[in-house]
C-alpha cells in the first residue's frame, strides 16, 4: 500500500503550478510524500537533488507525466526480495501511450520474469532510469552527469550494471511512457 512508498517530488523550477500541486499532496500524505522546490538545473540535477533524501529500500525516477501499471510496485518488491543477493536493478517493459502507442523495441528480453546474466546475455540492454528499480543502497554515491543534455540516465544505469553484471527483468510489470502528440522535447521525440 501506499504507507510504504516514499515519493520525492523535485520541482526544478517550474514555470506552472506543479510546485502548488506537489505542495498540495505534500500536506495531505506528510508522512510519505517530500517537496522540494529548487531552480532549473535540468534532469539530472533534479533526480540528484531528490537522491538526497531517499529513505527506501528501492528506488526509481518515474517521470512526472509517466506511470505504472497497477500493480508493478509490489510485483517489483516481491520480485527484489526473492533475488535481492542477485542483482541490484530490476527494469519493467516499456510501453507507449497517448501519441503513440505499443511496445518498447527493447521488449523482447521480458518474455519471462528472472535474473539475466549480462555477460551471456549482452543484447539485454537497458538504459532506462525510469523504468527501473534500484538498491537504494548501492546508488547512495552515485549521482547522475549534470554536464549531459541527454542519455544521462543510459551512462548511470550502465556504471550500476557494470557493477553485479545482472539485471532483473519483470514480465508482468509496465511502464508506462505517455508519447504526446504536441509539446515540448522528449529524448524520444523532438518538437
Not at 510504504?4 to 526544478?12: F, R, S
Not at 516499456?94 to 528480453?109: P, V
Amino acid at each position: 500500500g501506499f504507507d510504504n512508498i516514499q515519493l520525492i517530488l523535485v520541482d526544478d523550477g517550474s514555470p506552472d503550478n506543479s510546485g502548488a500541486i506537489c505542495d498540495e499532496y505534500a500536506a495531505k500524505y506528510p508522512d510519505n510524500i517530500i517537496v522540494i522546490h529548487k531552480e532549473n538545473g535540468g534532469v539530472s540535477s533534479a533526480r540528484n537533488t531528490g537522491l538526497d533524501y531517499v529513505q527506501g529500500k528501492y528506488v526509481n525516477f518515474i517521470d512526472s507525466d509517466d506511470k505504472f501499471s497497477k500493480k508493478t510496485l509490489s510485483k517489483v518488491w516481491r520480485f527484489f526480495e526473492e533475488n535481492y543477493d542477485k542483482t541490484d536493478v530490476v527494469g519493467v517493459p516499456l510501453r507507449y501511450f497517448d501519441g503513440k502507442t505499443g511496445n518498447h523495441i527493447l521488449n523482447f528480453k521480458f518474455r519471462q520474469s528472472r535474473v539475466v546474466d549480462l555477460n551471456k546475455d549482452f543484447d539485454y540492454v537497458h538504459l532506462s532510469a525510469a523504468s527501473s528499480f534500484i538498491k537504494a543502497d548501492i546508488i547512495k554515491n552515485k549521482r547522475f552527469n549534470e554536464e549531459l543534455a541527454y542519455a544521462e540516465d543510459g551512462l548511470y544505469m550502465q556504471e550500476i550494471l557494470l557493477d553485479k553484471q545482472t539485471l532483473g527483468v519483470v514480465s508482468d510489470g509496465e511502464y508506462q511512457y505517455r508519447s504526446r502528440i504536441t509539446g515540448g522535447f522528449s529524448a524520444l521525440r523532438k518538437g
